[in-house]
C-alpha cells in the first residue's frame, strides 16, 4: 500500500460548474478527513467519516459542499456552484481509530 | 477554543546552522496530541512526530529534536546541522484527545541556502 491518494491533482473549472474529488484512504484506516489549505494558510478541518458515517462537519462546509464515503472506504467531495473562493487545495488525510492522520498529495483546484 | 501559533513566518538559514521553529498553542482541554508535518513543495504533508499531553520528555531523532513545555504551552521543532533538503513547510497541529479534528498553525516556512 503506497498511502493516501487523491485524484485528481490539478483541476481547472470555471465558476458555477460542479467538480468531484476523489480520495482514497490507507486501506486498514477507519476514519477519513478532508481539509482545504489556502496559500500561506496551514490546513482547515473540513469534515470527517469513520467507517461511512460522517460524524464531524465545519462550518466552512457550506451547503454547495458535500462528502460521501459509502461503504467506508473511498469518499468524494463534490463542490457545486463552484466559486472563485473556493480555489484551494483539497487535502484528504486517514488514520486507523484515534491515531496519526497520513496526509495525501492534496487536490489544487483552481475556479476561473 | 483550540488555536495553534507559529508567530515565524520564514526563516531563512545557511547550511549546517541549527534552527529553531516556535509553536504555541490554546486549549482547554487536559488530554490532547501535538504534531509536527513537514509539508515539501511537492505539496504532500508528511508526518514527523505525536506527542501526547501526559509526556513532557523532550524527544531527539536524528538531526530533529523537540522541546515540549506544558507550563509555557509550547511544542518547538529544532533541526542540527540543517540541510538543503530540509526546506519545506512545517506546520505544528493540536488535536483533541478524541482525534476528530486537528487544528494546524499557519505555518514556517524554512529555507536552508546551500
Not at chain 1, 481547472?12 to 489549505?37: A, M
Request: net charge neutral; charged share 20%.
Amino acid at each position: 500500500d503506497t498511502g493516501v491518494s487523491q485524484d485528481p491533482r490539478h483541476k481547472i473549472t470555471k465558476r458555477g460548474q460542479n467538480v468531484t474529488f476523489r480520495c482514497d484512504p490507507i486501506s486498514e484506516h477507519n476514519r477519513l478527513y478532508w481539509y482545504r489549505q489556502t496559500l500561506g494558510q496551514g490546513p482547515e478541518f473540513l469534515t470527517y467519516f469513520q467507517n461511512e458515517a460522517q460524524l464531524e462537519k465545519s462550518r466552512l462546509l457550506s451547503d454547495r459542499f458535500s462528502a460521501e464515503r459509502p461503504k467506508g472506504s473511498f469518499s468524494t467531495l463534490e463542490i457545486q456552484r463552484t466559486e472563485q473562493g473556493d480555489s484551494a487545495m483539497y487535502l484528504c488525510a486517514s488514520s486507523h481509530s484515534k491515531n496519526i492522520q497520513y496526509f495525501g498529495a492534496g487536490t489544487r483546484l483552481s475556479v476561473l | 477554543a483550540q488555536k495553534v501559533t507559529q508567530a515565524q513566518t520564514e526563516i531563512s538559514v545557511v547550511e549546517k546552522e541549527d534552527v529553531t521553529l516556535d509553536c504555541v498553542y490554546e486549549t482547554r482541554d487536559t488530554t490532547y496530541y501535538l504534531f509536527w508535518y513537514k509539508q515539501p513543495p511537492s505539496g504532500e504533508l508528511v508526518f514527523l512526530i505525536r506527542r501526547n499531553s501526559f509526556d513532557e520528555q523532550n524527544e531527539i531523532s536524528g538531526r530533529y529534536s523537540w522541546n515540549f513545555q506544558k507550563s509555557t504551552s509550547s511544542f518547538n521543532f529544532t533541526i542540527t546541522a540543517s540541510q538543503v533538503v530540509d526546506s519545506a513547510v512545517y506546520f505544528c497541529a493540536l488535536s483533541e484527545y478524541t482525534g476528530n479534528q486537528f487544528y494546524f498553525g499557519t505555518g514556517t516556512s524554512l529555507t536552508v541556502i546551500p
